[in-house]
């Protein structure tokens, strides 16, 4: 590829045109339900670990942050 030849990739077709599912030697992709599990299971730990940690907690107290709220789109950055 180095000496000006293009990379080309070509889809392999079965006789009756359908796309090559497993070819010997090659694990197949995961569909789009698995991974969106993994996104998921992903999240979810992350989420947990931070419950866990202490790093998903506030220092706001709650009276606070539910008189803030309601407010909101009359402050702006500073």
């Given at each position: 590829m180095g000496?000006?030849?293009?990379?080309?990739l070509e889809?392999?077709?079965?006789?009756?045109?359908?796309?090559?599912?497993?070819?010997?030697?090659?694990?197949?992709?995961?569909?789009?339900?698995?991974?969106?599990?993994?996104?998921?299971?992903?999240?979810?730990?992350?989420?947990?670990?931070?419950?866990?940690?202490?790093?998903?907690?506030?220092?706001?107290?709650?009276?606070?942050y539910f008189?803030?709220?309601?407010?909101?789109?009359?402050?702006?950055?500073?």
């Open positions: 000496n000006g030849q293009s990379a080309v889809r392999e077709e079965t006789a009756e045109g359908q796309p090559v599912r497993n070819k010997p030697g090659r694990r197949a992709a995961p569909d789009r339900s698995q991974q969106l599990r993994c996104i998921a299971a992903i999240f979810l730990a992350v989420v947990l670990w931070a419950q866990l940690t202490g790093h998903w907690k506030s220092r706001i107290p709650s009276e606070a008189d803030l709220i309601p407010r909101a789109s009359q402050f702006s950055h500073p």
